[in-house]
């Protein structure tokens, strides 16, 4: 019963964040010259790099949530 009740959340998750939260990205994939074009929900990951003084440096990274199913 668990189960069920954790992969119904799961797949309603899934339908908010590919149906509100995703737009589509352009993919490349190696050996490629043909883009894909796929529904991608972005987010930035920021790092702070503290150098050996005290100057710090924050780098953003940016992420990519695409279904398996893509």
Request: no cysteine.
């Amino acid at each position: 019963m668990a189960d069920d009740f954790l992969q119904r959340g799961g797949r309603l998750i899934e339908r908010v964040r590919s149906s509100s939260l995703s737009h589509a990205v352009g993919y490349l994939r190696l050996g490629s010259d043909t883009p894909i074009e796929l529904n991608a929900t972005t987010d930035e990951t920021p790092v702070e790099i503290i150098d050996e003084g005290t100057t710090g440096l924050v780098e953003r990274n940016r992420d990519y949530l695409i279904a398996v199913s893509e």
